[in-house]
């Protein structure tokens, strides 16, 4: 969280906005945004969406959480593997 505070407030400044401004825009108040800023974990992940979309990285957002990769249960890593039955024995000819 830090390093994400850390690029929140370089773009804010790199953009020119105060920290009352980004208030505002986000409606949060001061204490809540410095938070953001500081890579308090504590602040709400709500906040830091809005920050984000503020500066137009919502499509960033998708990007936090990979792509679903498919299901695998734990039964089915425990059940035994199924054998297939082998061919019957072909006859000889010859009588036992």
């Keep these: 969280m830090i390093r994400l505070g850390e690029r929140v407030r370089s773009e804010r400044l790199r953009r020119n906005l105060s920290q009352e401004h980004m208030c505002k825009v986000m409606g949060i108040t001061i204490p809540t ?15 830091v969406a809005r920050c984000l979309g ?8 998708g990007e936090l959480i990979p792509e679903a990769q498919p299901e695998v249960r734990l039964k089915d ?9 082998s061919h019957p024995r072909k006859s000889d000819g010859k009588a036992s």
């Design 54 to 61: 503020v500066f137009g990285y919502t499509d960033a957002l």
């Design 33 to 47: 945004y410095r938070k953001i800023e500081s890579g308090d974990g504590t602040v709400e992940f709500r906040y």
């Design 77 to 85: 890593l425990l059940a035994p593997q199924r054998k297939h039955a």
